[in-house]
């Protein structure tokens, strides 16, 4: 069965250094999402991405945050400088055309220390 | 501003028993529904899903009921298995293709033997 495949599964930064999370969504889908979860809290949406560009973004999604499909299969979140408050699950997701069920990744861990 | 809420965090059934899980919605343009099941440290796995135009939608041991008057939505789980024990998260959206799922804090279940 298709899925949603996140890389890597756990990182650990130093606060303020870049990381990039690593998405290959399903092959047919269209229209893409980064998600995070803090621990202890709700699933949050951060953004999605449809025809190479933003289409929508929720306020944690700032200018520290930027989202980029840089060869047709990979979709990737870029966090430029990390803070400790960036400690969270983060998945990534994707959608066909015409339906509405999103499947998710397993999620990245991004611990900040 | 919560636009899902899931106001049981937690859940105990004994095995064999029905599972109800609510969640109220308070955006009218919602008229999408999801339910997902999450593990620890694993990203949500779709379960079932309902339109507005309908009330009810079943799928083996899941229903879910919608109740639009009432912005409510539950899921029941007859009968609850062990393996059922996961945190359950309602989802919504407005029925546009691509449009962000905006969850519930989720509700924990717990399913004993």
């Known amino acids: 069965e298709p899925e949603v495949t996140q890389t890597p599964s756990h990182q650990v930064t130093q606060m303020g250094q870049e990381v990039i999370l690593r998405c290959v969504p399903i092959s047919n889908h269209l229209y893409f999402y980064w998600y995070r979860q803090i621990l202890g809290q709700k699933v949050e949406f951060l953004v999605s991405?449809?025809?190479?560009?933003?289409?929508?973004k929720s306020e944690i999604f700032d200018d520290q945050f930027s989202v980029e499909r840089p060869d047709g299969s990979n979709f990737t979140l870029k966090i430029r400088s990390t803070k400790l408050e960036d400690s969270a699950m983060y998945f990534c997701?994707?959608?066909?055309?015409?339906?509405?069920?999103?499947?998710f990744g397993e999620g990245s861990w991004l611990t900040v220390v | 501003d919560q636009q899902v809420k899931q106001n049981s965090p937690s859940l105990s059934v004994q095995e064999g028993r029905i599972s109800i899980l609510n969640c109220d919605y308070t955006?009218?343009?919602?008229?999408?529904f999801l339910w997902y099941k999450k593990y620890p440290a694993e990203g949500p796995t779709f379960l079932i899903s309902?339109?507005?135009?309908?009330d009810k939608n079943e799928d083996g041991r899941f229903t879910v009921f919608l109740n639009k008057s009432a912005k409510h939505l539950s899921l029941h789980i007859v009968p609850s298995q062990p393996g059922d024990s996961a945190v359950y998260f309602c989802a919504a959206s407005a029925d546009q293709a691509g449009t962000a799922l905006i969850f519930g804090k989720g509700t924990t279940l717990s399913v004993s033997s």
């Open positions: 309902i339109s507005s135009i309908k």
């Open positions: 955006n009218s343009m919602f008229d999408y």
């Open positions: 991405f449809y025809n190479n560009e933003i289409s929508e």
């Open positions: 997701a994707s959608t066909g055309d015409r339906g509405n069920t999103i499947y």
